[in-house]
């Protein structure tokens, strides 16, 4: 029970995940302006996406890899991971986040991209992690629930407002066709374990 407990609190938060729970700086407000079209990126190896936790504490993550349908990324804290490039999936692969594992992922539903509010989408899997015996089904439901104002550390935009759910957790990112990806990413557990990252800037790098 002890290692299925410590899978369910490592494996979970293993694309963003940061643990803490604070007061957080941004502020979601009502809008009625087009948020633009948000569509698939197309990131090129480097880029890199900054952010700061509900903490206030800096961090990035980095492209790493494509191939295959898969992209790569490392995590200022160590955290490696790849994943399908279709937007919102569960790793595949992961090291040091703080576990290490791997995962059979399949997507269902409608078309993710260009993302329209009432986009529904679905993955399924089973993952096996260095902290658990045995494997763990996985299902992730995702749904485009709207468009909403969101002021941040960066500034202010209009987003799309993606909320995805499994059996432990609830995650939502706010995506920006400004920036062409998510401006806010935050994590609530089944525990109440809440956490951020709130992004400060992406650099584009060739």
């Not at 349908?69 to 991971?81: L, M, N, V």
């Not at 902290?131 to 749904?143: F, H, I, T, V």
């Not at 990806?181 to 400060?200: D, H, K, N, P």
Request: some cysteine; proline content about 3%; overall charge positive.
């Amino acid at each position: 029970m002890q290692k299925y407990l410590r899978f369910l609190t490592t494996y979970i938060p293993i694309v963003f995940g940061l643990w803490a729970s604070s007061a957080f700086a941004y502020e979601e407000f009502a809008t009625d302006a087009a948020p633009g079209t948000v569509v698939k990126d197309a990131r090129d190896v480097g880029w890199q996406w900054h952010y700061i936790d509900e903490n206030g504490d800096a961090g990035f993550m980095e492209k790493t890899a494509q191939e295959d349908g898969h992209a790569s990324y490392k995590r200022s804290d160590g955290c490696i991971w790849t994943r399908p490039d279709s937007g919102f999936a569960p790793a595949v692969e992961w090291r040091n986040c703080p576990s290490s594992g791997t995962a059979d992922v399949s997507f269902a539903g409608d078309s993710i991209w260009p993302l329209q509010v009432g986009n529904r989408f679905a993955y399924t899997g089973t993952a096996r992690s260095s902290l658990s015996s045995g494997a763990r089904k996985l299902r992730r439901s995702c749904q485009v629930t709207g468009i909403t104002g969101l002021k941040t550390v960066a500034g202010s935009f209009t987003t799309f407002k993606v909320v995805c759910k499994d059996r432990w957790t609830t995650r939502t990112w706010w995506l920006s066709s400004e920036v062409g990806t998510a401006v806010l990413y935050r994590q609530e557990t089944f525990t109440g374990r809440t956490s951020i990252q709130e992004m400060t800037k992406v650099v584009f790098r060739p």
